[in-house]
């Protein structure tokens, strides 16, 4: 299995400050990644958020390939129907000009309304402008894009489509075995990746580990269940089902990796056995403060060179 | 003094190794302007920007793009390229005829600039983030080099800096240039038109440059023919 970084996920940082570091960090991010030897580095997508969230990901990898010469550069993912497919196609076409090829381009359809209202686009319409553009662009592709997914649908979509599937970290662990079933079952080829928000801790810091998964546990709670992410086995779980989305938020809870690498590497090799190809832990929590990405890229580099499966 | 700058048309720096086009801006001493001569060019142009301005870390990246895409997206693209540049970032944008298009640069240095902007009763009011890392980054409004005395009015009087073509502005009068932080571009042909005197009140001045004058990219000071030479300092000062 391998081993990808998610380094711009969960920021949360400083809104009122200079949103300068953040990105200095992600450059220095990617080169140490690249230096360590992580198979890819991910990045995702918000417009509008104040901390500083990136809108725009092939302009940021754009500078990754900058100090990197090596690490695959993702985005994970790109909310297609918010933008202009000729933007997409001539923006891709320039990453694979300047990082070499290194260029896997992870798209979705998009959760959150408010993104779609200020950027003038219609919301109900996203499904199918999404299989258009996806059109669009695959020529300026040179292998598979991949497709994010949360449910089994969103995996017949991806295998549809001819693209791997990339499964959403709103997935629990149960739910991500049966989104890879219902790839495999719909004629997917590709691989199958999973985002995991990651904190990689040593044993003196297990007493924080109940603190992190409150946190976790409230921001799904917060987040994922208002923009109608989460879903189990049987599919999408409505706000209006409260004891089954009491459930669902508990399981995608435990199933962040949050752990020393000796259980972060046995969760690794239960997910491989599962049908995980490509593992992404995503570590970028701006609320865990300064520097930790750093330290959590160095810590994780302990799964590197090892197999994964089972 | 007036500031000197280099520009590099897009379509090659785009087709440019990237090692080429670092070793390039390696020897500028002021900003280094890609500029983009339509759209397509202009679309990617900020991914390139990128590259460049993390590569080669002190260097002033300009991007001259064209207004075509959404002035939204357009600035989200270029708030986080000034932040993977920690500020070093200028941006003019071209506008096209008429007065949509000067109202979208308009646009643009607003969302740029921070502020929260009314884009109608169905997308409401918008505020970009990242900030940008600039203080005070208003965007320049291009001119080029077909625009005429009647299309540089409106742009004069809208109070956004300009980037003009020298011809332009030694045919407008002063009283318009001065005071607008004008930068005029010139694409120069032989070394030998870079005797030609700065206009007053232009503030800035920006060399066109070609790579494609030899099998390699020129070294700026290098000299020969299609290579370019270090202007001499301009002969009128501007007025204070």
């Known amino acids: 299995m391998r081993l990808g970084l998610g380094i711009w996920t969960m920021q949360a940082g400083d809104a009122a400050g200079s949103h300068a570091p953040p990105y200095r960090e992600f450059l220095e991010s990617a080169a140490l990644a690249d230096a360590l030897g992580f198979d890819s580095l991910w990045v995702s997508e918000h417009h509008f958020v104040a901390d ?22 993702g985005t994970g993912a790109l909310v297609l129907p918010l933008h202009d497919p000729a933007v997409v196609r001539a923006q891709v076409a320039e990453l694979r000009r300047l990082a070499g090829g290194r260029v896997e381009l992870g798209l979705a359809v998009g959760y959150r309304r408010e993104e779609f209202t200020a950027l003038g686009l219609e919301w109900r319409t996203r499904e199918r402008r999404f299989r258009e553009s996806i059109a669009a662009v695959r020529d300026s592709l040179e292998r598979p894009a991949w497709a994010a997914a ?14 791997h599937v990339l499964v959403s970290p709103a997935a629990s662990d149960e739910t991500a075995a049966a989104i890879a079933r219902a790839y495999r079952e719909a004629g997917g080829i590709g691989s199958v990746a999973l985002m995991r928000d990651t904190w990689c801790y040593a044993e003196r810091e297990a007493p924080r580990a109940a603190e992190i998964a409150a946190h976790l546990h409230r921001l799904y709670g917060v987040q994922y ?85 089972s | 003094m007036t500031a000197l700058g280099f520009a590099v048309p897009a379509a090659e720096a785009l087709t440019v190794s990237p090692g080429e086009l670092r070793r390039l801006a390696a020897t500028a001493e002021g900003p280094l302007w890609l500029v ?9 142009l900020p991914l390139t920007a990128a590259a460049l301005g993390v590569a080669v870390p ?12 959404d002035v939204v997206r357009v600035t989200e693209d270029l708030c986080v390229l000034d932040n993977l540049l920690d500020g070093r970032l200028d941006v003019a944008v071209a506008p096209g005829r008429g007065r949509a298009g000067l109202a979208r640069v308009e646009t643009l240095a607003r969302l740029l600039g921070g502020e929260a902007v009314d884009l109608g009763p169905e997308r409401g009011r918008v505020r970009v983030y990242p900030r940008s890392a600039r203080a005070a980054p208003a965007p320049a409004v291009l001119l080029s080099p ?78 020969g023919r299609g290579a370019y030479t270090r202007p001499p300092p301009p002969k009128e000062e501007p007025p204070r």
Do not use: F, K, N
């Open chain 1, 52 to 73: 500083g969230y990136c809108p725009s990901l092939l302009v940021a990898l754009a500078g990754a390939a900058a100090v990197t010469s090596r690490i695959g550069l």
């Open chain 2, 36 to 44: 983009a001569a339509d759209v397509e060019e202009s679309r990617a």
């Open chain 1, 150 to 163: 949360a449910t089994g649908a969103g995996a017949r979509r991806a295998a549809r489509l001819g693209c």
């Open chain 1, 225 to 309: 269940a208002s923009w109608g992410l989460l879903a189990d086995t049987a599919g999408p779980v409505g706000p209006g089902d409260r004891e089954r989305l009491a459930r669902v938020l508990e399981r995608v809870t435990r199933s962040a990796l949050l752990g020393t690498v000796d259980s972060i590497r046995s969760r690794r090799r239960t997910l491989a056995a599962a049908g995980v190809d490509l593992l992404i832990l995503r570590v970028q929590w701006g609320w865990l403060g300064g520097g930790h990405v750093r330290g959590q890229i160095e810590r994780l580099a302990a799964l590197l060179g090892e197999r994964g499966g």
């Open chain 2, 146 to 223: 077909g625009a005429t005395p009647a299309d540089a009015g409106p742009v004069l009087r809208s109070g956004l800096p300009v980037m003009l073509p020298h011809r332009l502005a030694a045919s407008l009068p002063i009283a318009w240039r001065a005071g607008r932080a004008a930068a005029i571009i010139e694409t120069l042909h032989s070394s030998a038109e870079l005797d030609e005197p700065v206009p007053r009140g232009v503030t800035a001045r920006v060399l066109v440059m070609s790579l494609r004058v030899g099998p390699s990219p020129p070294a700026l000071g290098s000299t």
């Open chain 2, 58 to 69: 002190r260097l002033r990246v300009g991007v001259g793009l064209v207004a075509y895409d």
